[in-house]
């Protein structure tokens, strides 16, 4: 509740009960599996247009379930998604649900994903990847971590509460949707839509905000996060031709677009992993003793690292040599990764094709402190000072195809305390306050919109293989994650009605510094990760 504005006295709830809620999530182990498996059977995956049907279904799944627990819930329809050859095709729409509307409770606001990455079991998969497979302790599909594990956690957690009948200690909301995958499409312009007075995300009615959607450092110690990296998308064209060409008529009588894009390519990065464009590494913010002080209580292992990247059966080197090394180039400095090559030949076996045109993916993670439209004028230049050295007559152009900028937050905030008494009631021990090399671009939009802090709860490990092959959820994090949402209502129900002045000064002083790093922003209002913006809703 905003500064000034008073909540009526609580009303008194039954007491919390760790040992009852914590034995009634164990005795329903198998009902969680069996529902988590109906839900994996669902193949949203966003990214694919012909599999819209199934994502819109995984929608209505969390629809049902929702209004099955007795929540108000409502979908938002968010318009169309251009696909780029002059079709549109519908976009999925966004589930919202409420439990209860209690003025002396705190309100926690809830987002996760529905939709999921593409999964092939010729892709290396051990089983098929939209069956649910048990096998040591842990549940295999696509989404079983990424997100759809931790979605029904918050499901099955209401319903716990209803059965033990015990009411939930604040007024959860939550907002589910269908394209997280392929970049929250429509998603914020929503969230700014619901934010008005008496909307879904009136920031008087939202107090906390948490999301459960990156993972540990390792396999044993639990993790509370408050960093995440921001990431610039480039697509690096090259065009010799207007049409494909034969290697053996044409090869040796043509500026070829691949050899361009190769050289090019090997400009970007060094085999060490250090950016080669210059003053990309101005803006990153000095490391400090304090920071260097944190690392030393993440549980992060080299050698299982080796394993869970798997590169142990290949040459089991890293990057760097320390863990303290390989954390902060992964969670705080920028590092830039060659994705592929469109228009080139990928198939089996051999083709003697001249591509008339290559399109080179790249992206760069960035960090606190970096604005992805320096980032992006520093890399378009560069790269034309580079393809001009090669006096290459082809065309090339630098496009970025979509943007987020870094999210971090000192973890001192009243909701990561809640978070942290939390994660000791069901694990015993503290958690390791850690950052992602990863990027949850909502973050910010949901912070914004409903004037709050978000604290982001994972639930996986380490080695779960979310977007990889065999992805995973252990069914001990599934159920332990269960008693963890519980306890964490329950710590944001116990906090002080109002901050202490330490506590405001800290929030203000926090927001401060966020504002003053976004204020350059031109992000568009519809398309979250795309910056830089003149379309006719950012004018």
């Not at 012909?50 to 099955?68: G, I, S, T």
């Not at 312009?189 to 009615?205: V, Y």
């Not at 948490?210 to 408050?226: A, E, L, M, R």
């Not at 064209?237 to 050289?263: N, Q, R």
Request: proline fraction near 6%.
């Amino acid at each position: 509740v905003p500064q000034g504005v008073k909540r009526p006295a609580p009303v008194a709830a039954a007491p919390v009960d760790d040992a009852a809620f914590f034995a009634h999530i164990d005795a329903h182990r198998q009902d969680y599996i069996t529902r988590l498996s109906e839900f994996v059977a669902i193949p949203g995956v966003s990214a694919e247009p012909n599999r819209r049907p199934d994502v819109r279904k995984a929608v209505c799944w969390a629809k049902d379930w929702l209004e099955r627990l007795g929540g108000a819930v409502t979908l938002e329809e968010i318009g169309d998604e251009d696909l780029g050859d002059g079709s549109t095709i519908p976009l999925p729409p966004v589930v919202l649900g409420q439990f209860g509307d209690d003025p002396s409770k705190k309100t926690l606001l809830v987002y996760g994903h529905l939709d999921v990455q593409p999964a092939k079991l010729s892709d290396g998969w051990s089983t098929e990847p939209f069956v649910l497979t048990e096998r040591n302790g842990a549940l295999y599909g696509r989404g079983a971590s990424d997100d759809k594990g931790p979605v029904t956690g918050w499901l099955w957690v209401v319903e716990a509460h209803q059965k033990l009948g015990k009411p939930l200690p604040v007024n959860l909301r939550v907002i589910f949707e269908g394209m997280e995958e392929a970049g929250s499409k429509g998603l914020p312009q929503l969230c700014r839509r619901l934010s008005t007075p008496g909307g879904f995300l009136d920031p008087k009615a939202i107090d906390y905000i948490s999301i459960s959607d990156n993972y540990w450092t390792g396999k044993v110690k639990p993790c509370i996060t408050h960093g995440l990296r921001g990431n610039v998308y480039f697509h690096l064209e090259v065009a010799c031709s207007t049409k494909d060409m034969h290697s053996g008529v044409i090869g040796g009588g043509v500026h070829e677009a691949m050899t361009d894009l190769s050289h090019l390519f090997a400009r970007l990065v060094d085999s060490s992993g250090k950016i080669l464009i210059p003053g990309i590494y101005d803006d990153v913010a000095p490391i400090t003793e304090k920071e260097l002080e944190a690392y030393k209580q993440v549980d992060f292992d080299l050698e299982t690292f080796k394993v869970d990247a798997g590169v142990d059966k290949v040459h089991g080197e890293l990057l760097h040599k320390t863990k303290e090394e390989v954390l902060m180039h992964r969670w705080r400095h920028p590092t830039l990764s060659l994705h592929g090559i469109e228009g080139a030949f990928d198939g089996v076996g051999s083709k003697t094709v001249i591509p008339a045109k290559v399109i080179g993916k790249f992206s760069m993670r960035i960090v606190p402190n970096q604005q992805p439209d320096r980032v992006e004028e520093q890399t378009r230049r560069y790269l034309e000072a580079e393809f001009a050295k090669l006096k290459s007559p082809n065309k090339m152009r630098v496009i970025v195809d979509k943007a987020s900028i870094a999210w971090f937050r000192e973890p001192d905030d009243p909701n990561f305390s809640a978070a942290a008494a939390a994660t000791r009631r069901v694990h015993k021990v503290d958690p390791a306050f850690t950052r992602e090399g990863g990027s949850i671009p909502i973050t910010e939009v949901l912070e914004e919109v409903c004037q709050a802090v978000c604290v982001h709860i994972p639930i996986g490990a380490s080695d779960d293989g979310a977007h990889s092959q065999n992805e995973k959820i252990d069914i001990d994090n599934y159920l332990n994650g269960m008693k963890l949402m519980h306890c964490y209502m329950d710590e944001l129900a116990r906090l002080p009605r109002e901050p202490d002045a330490a506590t405001r000064a800290a929030q203000a002083a926090d927001e401060a510094r966020r504002m003053a790093a976004n204020k350059w922003r031109r992000r568009c209002k519809v398309q979250l990760m795309r910056f830089g913006c003149d379309c006719l809703d950012c004018q």
